[in-house]
């Protein structure tokens, strides 16, 4: 993750989290990622995958998608170093 003195792009506002609500942050190194046929592990598949396992905690859903990583990967070693920061709200 890089520094910066200033981030001229970030946009200061307030959004409402429901009760058991998961937030998933996370670097370009997941969206990176590739499989056997060079498909990328792109959004969609992510948003997919945390859809499908929201009810995990934070720990157990950063579990679930590392295995979930591995096994679309294959083979292929990580191209980037990559970041998740995952926080469940109860």
């Not at 598949?45 to 679930?64: Q, T």
Request: net charge negative.
């Amino acid at each position: 993750m890089g520094t910066f003195d200033r981030i001229p792009f970030i946009e200061m506002g307030t959004v409402n989290i429901h009760k058991d609500a998961l937030i998933v942050t996370y670097t370009d190194g997941i969206t990176d990622l590739q499989n056997k046929n060079d498909e990328y592990f792109e959004v969609p598949i992510l948003k997919e995958f945390a859809i499908k396992n929201a009810h995990f905690s934070a720990k157990d859903f950063n579990d679930e998608l590392l295995d979930f990583m591995d096994e679309f990967r294959g083979d292929k070693s990580f191209p980037d170093d990559l970041s998740v920061l995952t926080c469940k709200i109860f």
